[in-house]
């Protein structure tokens, strides 16, 4: 997938909720910008369910997302392994960068 990084990007996470909707009434425990290559990073976060959200073009996209760091699975690579996708659509995906 050709794209370009996503600089100064806000990244937030909120706590993931059993039958509750991303983020209302609620503040994020989180926050962060991108990096001119499109890197990030949370740091000291717990393990857990969380709604990773991003705001891109006036917008606000929404990932249900865990954090494991004891994983070894794709979904718990590090974050600079990590690439997170915001099509012409504006669908919100994720992906694992794996080098060979």
């Known amino acids: ?57 006036r917008k606000v996209f929404q990932l249900a997302i865990t954090v494991d760091p004891g994983s070894r699975t794709p979904a718990s690579a590090a974050c600079s392994q990590q690439e997170f996708h915001i099509d012409a659509k504006g669908h919100f995906t994720t992906g694992v960068r794996v080098e060979m």
Request: with cysteine; aromatic share 16%; hydrophobic share 35%.
């Open 1 to 57: 997938m050709d794209s370009e990084p996503l600089k100064n990007l806000t990244l937030e996470l909120y706590p993931w909720e059993e039958a509750i909707t991303c983020c209302r009434n609620s503040h994020p425990f989180f926050k962060t910008v991108t990096g001119k290559e499109g890197a990030f990073e949370f740091k000291n976060v717990d393990p857990g369910r969380y709604w990773l959200v991003a705001h891109y073009q």
